[in-house]
């Protein structure tokens, strides 16, 4: 179902008509949709969020100054990919008959987005679609959570209790409806162009009212209620308020830096993994769930699939059977998944390197083209000059990162820690050369990408000497931030006595008793400098936390070209776990693929194959995993 009918494939309508007059003298020299928020019209940030949820065709029925919306689309996207249709549909025109004007753009029976251009928003456009799409509706109606404008008595069994303000209001109970409940309807609405005939639209004063209304008592409306940000700017307080003039001194520094990440920013989607265990359910049992973020781990396509030799690397027990995505299907599958709504792609590798793949800039291209944060974690070998151009492109989305594993100081240790002993290659020289590449090119462009490195600590690169050097050295080079942690024993790996690369516990509290104090006395404002223990940290102790809800949440695209439940899953010997292969099938087809109905079956299943197969988490998908489980939330169904 959902990658036939693509976003990009449908029209979204922002009506921009509107004179706005109770924004009281702002509208008289602007329309509405054109007053300016920070340092960009609003409309700028509607055709910028409709663009990053995958739409490429806009309607601008326009009115009340109009020529003035028509000069500014025109001027800010003019060159751009869009399709764009500027129709002037007259002054006072009901919003019904603006639409008549424009009806004829849409073919028939297709489904159409419909917007105010007067409303500040972020919400997952895709998922309001596939609700409209799988409930075969004609209109999909969204409502929005509020900030009550006035104090809130708050009463218990006809006592009252507490007296808020800024009460945030999710449903009221209507006066003579007692069992009904009444949503904030946010004025975004998915249509089926066949619902216009339902009204005669040049006639019909109120278009909400008539056309709403006939389509709920048809039966064929449904209801999306929004998760994300909504702010009507309808009045000069929502406008001051929104460009921060409103409030405090200290209350105006916190909105500045919330309302700034909220705005520049709040595109960081960095926080937990899944928003709510309540949500997370429902929208893996009703097939709605959009995962947190989508890893794709490229094999090269020519000769071995890792030419490093690295003892601890945890795709040490993966064959190599050269399946592989074309490079053209390859970034069809990544354009599916960001036009599916998948907000962050991570570029990283099991048994391999993502920057050893041929193609990388061209997949890394489709994230910065659909606004996706965008991860790294690579050893940083081999840098091309047009990725150090993508990764300090200015428009990259705000905490994109690039992370690179270093574990060494000298050349000398880089190349025994990863299994090349003889090698004489100044490999470790060429890593910090790179990251300089990448931090001064930063620099230059200002571009919001985090620089970090990770140092695996084992017996063979403990010294404080090593240590320190790469400190200075990484700290020279620019990043950000350096970790310190451990390697995790890596699937189908026996732990000699003489252990040299990966430490037991003991050598574990060993080091970091006596390396905690060197490595964070070298911490600056300019770089942070942490040593973590995350399997204590975490208490994890067993190579795997069942049950397993990684595949719904960071599914992983292996070298092999098959969809896999996570980055630590995705190899040819887990290919009786494997989700589907994407060379045959497209990426939400397989995502989708599994029974809702018997989910407790579905997981018994997948989690005894995890069991069977020996598959061993890594941090993060140990924490959500037993965060998941913690709750309870799936209690009486697996
Ligand atoms: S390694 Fe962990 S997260 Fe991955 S499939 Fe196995 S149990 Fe799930």
Known sequence: MHSTSLIKNHWAIILCGGRGSRLGSVSESLPKSLIMIHDKPLLWYTVLILYKNGFRKFIFPLGYKGEMIESFITKEFGERDFEIRLVDTGLETPIANRLHKVSKLIPEEDDFFLLNGDTFFDF?????????????????????????????????????????????????SLNDKQDKRGYVNSGFSWINKDALNLVDL??????????????????????????????????QKDLNFINLKEGSKREVGEQAQQAKKNLTTRYSYQTRYYSDVNKLKESILNKTIIPHQVEIQPGPLGGEICWLKCPYCYGLSSEDNGERLSPERYVEILRQIAEGGVKKAIYAGYATDPLFYEHIEDLVQVSLDYYQIAGFHTKAITVSDRL????????????????????????????????????????????????????????????????????????????????????????????????????QVPRGY?????????????????????????????????????????????????????????????PCIGFDGWLSHCSESAAPHFRALALGDLNKRDFWDVFYDYDADNFGNQMDKSCQQMNTLGCKCDRKEHVVNSRIKDSGIFNGII
């Open 388 to 487: 150090v151009g993508q990764l300090t492109n200015p428009s990259i989305v705000p905490l994109s990162y690039f992370s690179i594993s270093v574990d060494a100081g000298t050349n000398e240790v880089y190349n025994k820690v990863h299994g090349i002993p003889n090698s004489k290659a100044k490999l470790y020289d060429g890593v910090c050369k790179n990251i300089s590449r990448i931090s001064q090119a930063r620099a230059n462009t200002g571009a919001p990408l985090d620089i970090s490195a990770t140092y695996l600590i084992n017996p063979l690169n403990h010294e404080k000497e090593e240590i320190l050097k790469a400190i200075h050295d990484l700290r020279n080079a620019g990043v950000d931030l350096i970790r310190f942690t451990f390697p």
């Open 494 to 554: 026996t732990v000699q006595n003489d252990e040299q690369n990966i430490p037991d516990r003991d050598k574990v509290k060993e080091y970091m008793k006596n390396l905690r104090p060197v490595i964070e006395a070298e911490s600056t404002s300019q770089c942070e400098v942490i040593i973590l223990d995350l399997d204590s940290m975490h208490e994890i102790q067993e190579p795997r936390t069942l049950p397993c809800f990684a595949r719904y949440i960071f």
């Open 124 to 172: 997952n456009i895709s998922e309001m679609y596939q609700i409209h799409k799988r409930k075969h509706a004609l209109l999909t109606l969204s409502s929005v959570e509020i900030i009550s404008p006035y104090g809130i008595l708050v009463e218990e069994d006809g006592v009252i209790t507490d007296f808020t303000r800024n009460e945030k209001i999710s449903h009221f």
């Open 202 to 235: 040049e006639a019909c004063e109120n278009f909400e009212q008539e056309l709403y209304l006939k389509v709920i008592k048809m039966g064929k409306a449904c209801h999306y209620k929004i998760d994300g940000n909504w702010f009507a700017i309808d009045t």
